[in-house]
Each structure stands twice: as C-alpha cells, then as structure tokens.
C-alpha cells in the first residue's frame, strides 16, 4: 500500500509539473511577444519621427520644399543630402555592409533571403539600421532593422519599410491614370510599393492582409518582382491599424 501511494505522489508530482510548464508557455510566450510588438512599434515611431524631423531641417537649412525627395540621386548621394548631416549616427556602412547586417540581410515572410538590398546603411545610437536601398525602377526604400543584426531580421518582425515618393519622379511603370488615381502625396510612406511603384500605405487593411496583395503583410502573399520582399506592407498594415499589431498580423 506504501509502495502505491508512493508511485502516486510521483505521479501527481510529475502531472503538476507538465501543467506547470504548460500553463507557464501558454502565459510567458504572449507575454513575450507582446513585449517585442511592443518594442518594435516604440522602434518605428521613433525612427519615422527622426525621419520625418531629418527632412524638416534639410528643408529649412536648403530652403526647399518639405517631403520633395530627388530619388534620381545615387543612393549614397541620397541618404547623404538629406538624413545623415542631421542625425546622430553611431557608425556607418558605405561600401561593404557586413558591420551592419548580417548574410543574409534579411528575410521575409515566406522564408526568402535577401543579401545585398541595403547599399548603405547606417546605424544609431540605440543600435537601429537604417539601410538605403534603390531598385533598378529607381523606386528608393529605407529598411529598418528595429533592433540591428541581433534580433530574427526578419520582414514584418524586426525588419519594415519605408518608400519615398516624388509625384514629379514617379515611376514610369504603368499608365499615368493609376497614378492619378491615388492622389500620392510626396514624402515618406510607410511600407513599400505595389507592382506599379505606388505606396503601399494607399491601401486598406484588407487589401493589405490579403494574400492576393503582392509583397502583403500576409504569409500567404505572392512576392512582388521589384519590391523587399513579402511582408514589405506590414508597416503599412501597422498604419491601417492605427499603430497596432492586432490578431491579423502575422507576428
């Protein structure tokens, strides 16, 4: 009879720890990734008001006009007339980018890699890269590493977009009529851009979770030939959620 009760504690000690540990991941993993959703939103905020108080001082130090980027520039030209002399930068990556991200740079929601889409890159105070990227459409990103080469540097995770958009340079990819529909303004959108080269961050939130839309903020997306990758809308998404990862997002 001792022997039983014995093997009894064992056995209730044994079911109490598996539920212990069960109940533990079923708290401790949401509230982790509440943590990182929470990290990465404070992150972008930060990043895009930088950004945005980058262009007010080119702007008033030029005397030009707010949000008109010269995306023709080469793009170390690029990030050099208009980000690098106003903010502070903790180092730089100019030609080889390896002291800023990893091989390979990033990747996106359906596991693609991607290697050299940031040609230079820089990074701040609080460890965050800002790579700088140009297709061969000329169409001019920022990639953001929220939290540099140590996180997972994935798309929609630690990693999002931001597209810079001049209606003077706009792209010469479809009718001008897509164009015009829109009504795009100039300056910094956040996401990137659809297959005709327009922002991302025109759309809706369910277009942009759906796995019809390409390089979408949905694991099921088709990836868009020119643009970052899928999950390149998820900044976008973030938007259209009013600064929020809700339940849709593929966290």
């Known amino acids: ?25 079923c708290l401790a993993v949401p509230f982790y990734n509440s943590y990182k959703q929470k990290k990465a939103l404070s992150h972008l905020m930060k990043v895009y008001a930088t950004l945005i108080q980058a262009n007010r001082n080119y702007a008033y130090v030029t005397g030009s006009n707010l949000d008109e980027y010269d995306t023709t520039l080469p793009i170390n030209t690029f990030a050099e007339t208009y980000f690098t002399p106003y903010f502070e930068i903790q180092s730089y990556c100019k030609g080889s980018q390896s002291d800023c991200w990893d091989s390979p740079q990033y990747t996106d929601l359906k596991k693609n890699k991607f290697f050299n889409k940031s040609l230079y890159s820089i990074i701040l105070p609080d460890k965050t890269v800002i790579g700088f990227s140009k297709n061969k459409q000329h169409l001019v990103t920022a990639i953001i590493d929220v939290d540099g080469p140590v996180g997972e ?21 479809c009718d001008k009529e897509v164009y015009e529909k829109y009504k795009i303004k100039n300056g910094i959108h956040l996401g990137g851009f659809d297959k005709c080269g327009i922002p991302q961050d025109v759309y809706d939130y369910n277009q942009l979770s759906s796995k019809n839309f390409e390089d979408g903020c949905n694991k099921s997306s088709s990836k868009n030939v020119y643009g970052n990758g899928v999950g390149s809308a998820c900044l976008a998404f973030i938007k259209a959620s009013n600064w929020t990862i809700d339940k849709k997002y593929p966290w």
């Open 1 to 25: 009879m001792k022997k039983r009760n014995g093997v009894t504690q064992t056995q209730t000690l044994l079911i109490m720890g598996i539920v212990f540990l069960f109940l533990f991941a």
């Open 153 to 173: 540097n994935k798309l929609g995770k630690d990693v999002f977009v931001m597209y810079f958009y001049n209606n003077l340079q706009r792209p010469d990819i």
